[in-house]
């Protein structure tokens, strides 16, 4: 009985780190984009829907954690075993890690694009392709969470 427990809790404390540290890097990097925004309509205001394009777009890292959840979620009941336990930690992990980074990155890209769109420039095309990079290395630990899943069993 102890052992499950100590699974279900590092299962728990995975699934805080799955949801919680892509969500931290997702606001943070919307923001940065949202702040962005607001110094570039300051020049050019008929670029909006740019800017609102590419200021959202750090908010998916904090979507994959929450998707991710729903892949493990299935798990989480008092008949847990260990393996399963940190496999959902070892997810949380990889996926809360680079969540956290690449949404504060990427939003750092995106203000790049919008504060060069402000300024005149056509780059909104170039700016989506470099935020890309980043998102990269949220989907794939998103793709290691399914691939864990799937060693864990049910």
Request: hydrophobic content about 50%; aromatic content about 8%.
């Amino acid at each position: 009985m102890e052992a499950t427990n100590t699974a279900l809790i590092l299962a728990f404390i995975g699934v805080g780190l799955l949801i919680g540290l892509p969500g931290i890097g997702s606001a943070i990097g919307t923001a940065t984009g949202g702040m962005a925004t607001v110094g570039a309509l300051k020049k050019n205001k008929d670029a909006f829907g740019s800017y609102i394009v590419l200021a959202a777009l750090p908010g998916t890292q904090g979507l994959y954690g929450f998707g991710a959840y729903f892949i493990m979620q299935d798990l989480l009941t008092s008949e847990i075993s260990m393996l399963q336990g940190t496999g959902i930690l070892g997810a949380g992990i990889a996926l809360g890690i680079a969540g956290l980074l690449s949404g504060m990155f990427q939003g750092r890209v995106c203000a790049n694009g919008i504060d060069a769109i402000g300024s005149g420039n056509d780059v909104f095309g170039q700016t989506l392709i470099m935020a890309v990079f980043p998102e990269l290395y949220a989907i794939v630990p998103f793709a290691g969470a399914f691939l864990i899943r799937g060693l864990i069993g049910a």
